[in-house]
C-alpha cells in the first residue's frame, strides 16, 4: 500500500499517490503558460498562396474559399506588398489560366508571357524583401486537369519531366525565387535542379512537394485554378495513397538527394504525422501545406457558428509548429500576421 504521510483529505491522497507531481500548477496563469510554452507560431512561419487570373483591376471571390480571391498580375503585386509590409516571408502562385489556353500537352505552361511569369517579373520589379514561389506542374495549363503529359489514362512521366524542366527555367528566368514542383513525377527534382544549375540559376532554391497525397481536400483548390470541372479520373498513379507513411519518406529521401533544398507535406493537418517523421528522420527544412480544403472547412464550421473560427485556425497552425514544420503555406498567412502583430 502506498505510504501516506498527510491522509485525511482527498487532495492529499492523489497527491501522494502521484508523488506531489502536479501538472496544472503551470498552466494556472497566463504568465505560466505562456513561460512553459513547447512551440510558438510567428509571421516567419508563413507563407502566402496567390491566386492569379487575367485582366486588369481584377478581384474575384473564391466561392469555396470565404475571403480568398483571385487577382489579376496588379492586384498580385499589391497583395505582395502587403505580405512585405506585414512581414511574410514568402508568397506561392498559382494561375487561373484562361480556358482558352489549355490544350492536352499544356503548352501555355512553356509561354513565357503567362500569368505566371508576367506575376514573377511584376512582383520582382518592385524589388519587395520577399520569397516568390512558383508551382511547377501543368495541371493549370492542360485541358484534362492532369499534372502531366497523358498518352490515354497514363501519364508520361519522363516526357512531363522534360517540360516541367522548361517550365521552371521560364519561371526561374522570370525571377521566381523558389521552384515548388507539386507534380510528383518520378526524377523531377534532379533534372530541374541540374537544368537550373547549368543555366545560370544555382541560386534558385527547390522545395520539393516531397509527399503529395491523392487528396480530397484539394477541391476548392481546383475552383480557384478551374481544373475542377476538366478533371478526367483521379490523380493516384502520382499522388500518394493517404495509408502511406513509410513511402512519404522514400519520397522525401528521394528528392534530397536529388538536390531539394526544403520539402513539403501536404495536405496538413490529417499528415502531422508525416511531418514529424519526416522532420524526424531528414532534419532538413520541412514545411506544411494547409491546403484549401481545410482552410474551407475551418471557415464553413465557423460561419455555421459551429466552431470558433479564429481559434480552430490558431490551433490549426500550432499544431502544425508543434508537429516539427519549419513553415506552414496557409490562406490564413495574412489574417494570422495581423493578429500576431497585434498581439506583440
Ligand atoms: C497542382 C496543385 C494542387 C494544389 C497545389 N498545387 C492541386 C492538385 O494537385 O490537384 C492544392 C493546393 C490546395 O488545395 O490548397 N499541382
Redesign the pocket.
Same mark, same amino acid.
Given at each position: 500500500a502506498p505510504h501516506r504521510p498527510h491522509a485525511g483529505g482527498l487532495a492529499a491522497d492523489v497527491g501522494s499517490i502521484v508523488g506531489g507531481r502536479r501538472l496544472r500548477r503551470n498552466r494556472r496563469t497566463d504568465w505560466s503558460r505562456r513561460l512553459v510554452r513547447e512551440v510558438s507560431l510567428t509571421v516567419d512561419d508563413l507563407i502566402w498562396?496567390l491566386f492569379l487570373t487575367e485582366g486588369e483591376g481584377v478581384a474575384e471571390d473564391v466561392p469555396s474559399m470565404p475571403g480568398v480571391q483571385r487577382f489579376s498580375v496588379d492586384g498580385v503585386v499589391r497583395q505582395a506588398e502587403e505580405a512585405a509590409k506585414l512581414g511574410i516571408p514568402a508568397v506561392a502562385l &498559382?494561375p487561373n489560366t484562361d480556358p482558352s489556353l489549355r490544350d492536352d500537352t499544356g503548352s501555355e505552361a512553356l509561354n513565357p508571357d503567362n500569368l505566371i511569369c508576367r506575376a514573377c517579373r511584376a512582383i520582382t520589379r518592385e524589388g519587395l524583401p520577399i520569397g516568390i514561389i512558383t508551382? %511547377?506542374?501543368?495541371?493549370?495549363y492542360t485541358s484534362h486537369?492532369h499534372?502531366g503529359l497523358m498518352q490515354g489514362e497514363d501519364i508520361l512521366n519522363d516526357e512531363t519531366v522534360e517540360q516541367l524542366v522548361r517550365q521552371a527555367l521560364l519561371q526561374a528566368d522570370a525571377g521566381a525565387d523558389v521552384i515548388?514542383p =507539386?507534380?510528383?513525377m518520378d526524377g523531377r527534382i534532379g533534372a530541374i535542379r541540374s537544368a537550373l544549375d547549368r543555366s545560370g540559376h544555382g541560386d534558385v532554391q527547390v522545395m520539393a +512537394?516531397a509527399a503529395?497525397y491523392? =487528396?480530397a &481536400? +484539394?477541391?476548392?483548390?481546383?475552383d480557384? %485554378?478551374g481544373?475542377n470541372t476538366t478533371?478526367v479520373g483521379d490523380?493516384r498513379t502520382y499522388?500518394m495513397d493517404p495509408a502511406n507513411s513509410d513511402e512519404a519518406l522514400r519520397e522525401v529521401e528521394l528528392d534530397l538527394e536529388e538536390g531539394a533544398d526544403m520539402v513539403m507535406i501536404?495536405?496538413g493537418m490529417p499528415y502531422l504525422d508525416i511531418i514529424r517523421r519526416v522532420k524526424d528522420t531528414f532534419l532538413m527544412p520541412t514545411y506544411a +501545406?494547409? %491546403? =484549401?480544403?481545410? +482552410?474551407a472547412m475551418i471557415c464553413a464550421a465557423g460561419q455555421n457558428g459551429w466552431i470558433d473560427r479564429d481559434r480552430a485556425m490558431m490551433e490549426s497552425l500550432i499544431a502544425f509548429k508543434r508537429a516539427g514544420t519549419d513553415g506552414i503555406?496557409t490562406?490564413f498567412a495574412p489574417e494570422v500576421a495581423r493578429r500576431l502583430a497585434k498581439a506583440v
Open positions: 498562396p &498559382f508551382d %511547377v506542374a501543368l495541371d493549370p486537369g499534372d515548388a =507539386s507534380d510528383m +512537394y503529395k491523392a =487528396s &481536400f +484539394y477541391g476548392p483548390f481546383r480557384a %485554378v481544373t478533371l490523380k499522388q501536404k495536405p +501545406y494547409q %491546403v =484549401s480544403g481545410e +482552410y503555406l490562406y
